[in-house]
C-alpha cells in the first residue's frame, strides 16, 4: 500500500518555476490558501495566472517547488489529490453532443457516487437558482456561452470539492447569474472548502476574494488583503492600486509619448 505524505497546511504552492525555453512563465512563485476562503489570483494577460493553475493540477510539469493540498503532494498522490479538486478552466470542457442531463450522469458515474439521490436534488438547486432548468434536456451545443459556463462550473461544484480552482469563471455570465454564483461559491466556503479564482477583473477579486495574490510577468508582487494592500500603496481605490503596482501610469505615459512622435 503506497504511504501517503501529508503536511499541515491546507494549501500550498512554494517556490514554484516554469520556464518554456527560454522563457521564464512562473518565476518562483509561492502562496497559501487557508481554509474556508476565497483566494484571488490576480494579473493581466500573461502574468502566469493560468501557467500556476496547470502546474497545480498536473498539466504541465515544474521544474522547482513543491504544491500539496489537505497534505497531499501533488506529485506524490496525484490521485488523490485530483479527487479533492472542482476545475473550472479557461477554455470550455464541455461535451457539445451531450444534453446537461447525460453530461451529469456521465460524471456521476465516473465519481462511483453511491448516494444518486442526493447529488440529483443538488443537481436541481444549481439548476434553479441559476434559470438552467429549461436547458437540462437540450443539447448543449445549442446553448449559449454563459449557460455553457454556468453548467461548467456546477460541474466543478457537484462533488463537493476541498478546493474549487476557477479560471476566468464568469466570462459570457450575466450580472444576474454572477450575484448568485457568488453567493453559492460563499456558501461553499462557510462549508469549509476554499476556492482559488483567477482572474484579470479587478472588481470580482474585491467584490468576493478575502485575499489576494496578484502577479505580474510571472513574478509575485503581493500576497495579502486587498486592505493590507491599501496600507502600503497610501490608496482605497483598489484599481489605483493594483495599477500603481503594475507601473502602469509611468509605463504609458513613456508609451503615449513615444506614439505621439510616431504618429506626427
Not at 67 to 86: M, P, R, T, V, Y
Not at 195 to 213: A, M, Q, Y
Not at 219 to 233: A, N, P, R, V, W
Given at each position: 500500500m503506497?504511504?501517503?505524505?501529508?503536511?499541515?497546511?491546507?494549501?500550498?504552492?512554494?517556490?514554484?518555476?516554469?520556464?518554456?525555453?527560454?522563457?521564464?512563465?512562473?518565476?518562483d512563485?509561492s502562496?497559501?490558501?487557508?481554509?474556508?476562503?476565497?483566494?484571488?489570483?490576480?494579473?493581466?494577460?500573461?502574468?502566469?495566472?493560468?501557467?500556476?493553475?496547470?502546474?497545480?493540477?498536473?498539466?504541465?510539469?515544474?521544474?522547482?517547488?513543491?504544491?500539496?493540498?489537505l497534505?497531499?503532494d501533488?506529485?506524490?498522490?496525484?490521485?488523490?489529490?485530483?479527487?479533492?479538486?472542482g476545475?473550472?478552466?479557461?477554455?470550455?470542457?464541455?461535451?457539445?453532443s451531450?444534453t446537461?442531463?447525460?453530461?451529469f450522469?456521465?460524471?456521476?458515474?465516473?465519481?462511483?457516487t453511491n448516494?444518486n439521490?442526493?447529488?440529483?436534488?443538488?443537481?436541481?438547486?444549481?439548476f434553479?437558482?441559476?434559470?438552467?432548468?429549461?436547458?437540462y434536456?437540450?443539447?448543449?451545443?445549442a446553448?449559449?456561452?454563459?449557460?455553457?459556463?454556468?453548467?461548467?462550473?456546477?460541474?466543478?461544484?457537484?462533488?463537493?470539492?476541498?478546493?474549487?480552482?476557477?479560471?476566468?469563471?464568469?466570462?459570457?455570465?450575466?450580472?444576474?447569474?454572477?450575484?448568485?454564483?457568488?453567493?453559492i461559491?460563499?456558501?461553499?466556503?462557510?462549508?469549509?472548502?476554499?476556492?482559488?479564482?483567477?482572474?484579470?477583473?479587478?472588481?470580482?477579486?474585491e467584490?468576493?476574494c478575502?485575499?489576494?495574490?496578484?502577479?505580474?510577468?510571472?513574478?509575485?508582487?503581493?500576497?495579502?488583503?486587498?486592505?493590507?494592500?491599501?496600507?502600503?500603496?497610501n490608496?482605497t481605490?483598489?484599481?489605483?492600486?493594483f495599477?500603481?503596482?503594475?507601473?502602469?501610469?509611468?509605463?504609458?505615459?513613456?508609451s503615449?509619448?513615444?506614439?505621439?512622435?510616431?504618429?506626427?
Amino acid at each position: 500500500m503506497k504511504t501517503i505524505e501529508r503536511n499541515d497546511k491546507f494549501f500550498s504552492v512554494d517556490n514554484i518555476s516554469k520556464s518554456y525555453g527560454n522563457f521564464l512563465a512562473v518565476d518562483d512563485v509561492s502562496f497559501e490558501i487557508k481554509k474556508g476562503e476565497i483566494f484571488g489570483l490576480l494579473g493581466p494577460n500573461g502574468a502566469g495566472k493560468t501557467t500556476v493553475i496547470k502546474s497545480i493540477l498536473g498539466e504541465i510539469q515544474i521544474e522547482n517547488g513543491n504544491i500539496s493540498l489537505l497534505g497531499l503532494d501533488a506529485l506524490k498522490n496525484q490521485i488523490e489529490f485530483k479527487s479533492l479538486i472542482g476545475y473550472v478552466p479557461e477554455d470550455s470542457f464541455l461535451y457539445e453532443s451531450m444534453t446537461p442531463e447525460k453530461l451529469f450522469n456521465f460524471i456521476l458515474s465516473i465519481r462511483q457516487t453511491n448516494d444518486n439521490e442526493k447529488y440529483t436534488k443538488r443537481l436541481q438547486e444549481y439548476f434553479s437558482i441559476l434559470d438552467l432548468t429549461q436547458y437540462y434536456k437540450k443539447s448543449i451545443i445549442a446553448l449559449s456561452k454563459g449557460t455553457k459556463r454556468k453548467i461548467e462550473i456546477i460541474a466543478a461544484l457537484l462533488h463537493n470539492p476541498k478546493l474549487i480552482i476557477m479560471d476566468e469563471p464568469y466570462n459570457g455570465i450575466d450580472p444576474v447569474s454572477i450575484a448568485s454564483l457568488n453567493k453559492i461559491l460563499r456558501m461553499h466556503v462557510n462549508q469549509g472548502a476554499s476556492i482559488l479564482f483567477s482572474t484579470h477583473i479587478l472588481e470580482v477579486i474585491e467584490k468576493i476574494c478575502d485575499r489576494v495574490c496578484i502577479l505580474d510577468r510571472g513574478k509575485k508582487l503581493f500576497d495579502g488583503t486587498i486592505k493590507e494592500l491599501s496600507k502600503e500603496g497610501n490608496e482605497t481605490d483598489f484599481e489605483k492600486l493594483f495599477l500603481r503596482l503594475m507601473k502602469h501610469d509611468e509605463n504609458l505615459a513613456i508609451s503615449l509619448k513615444n506614439l505621439q512622435e510616431a504618429i506626427k
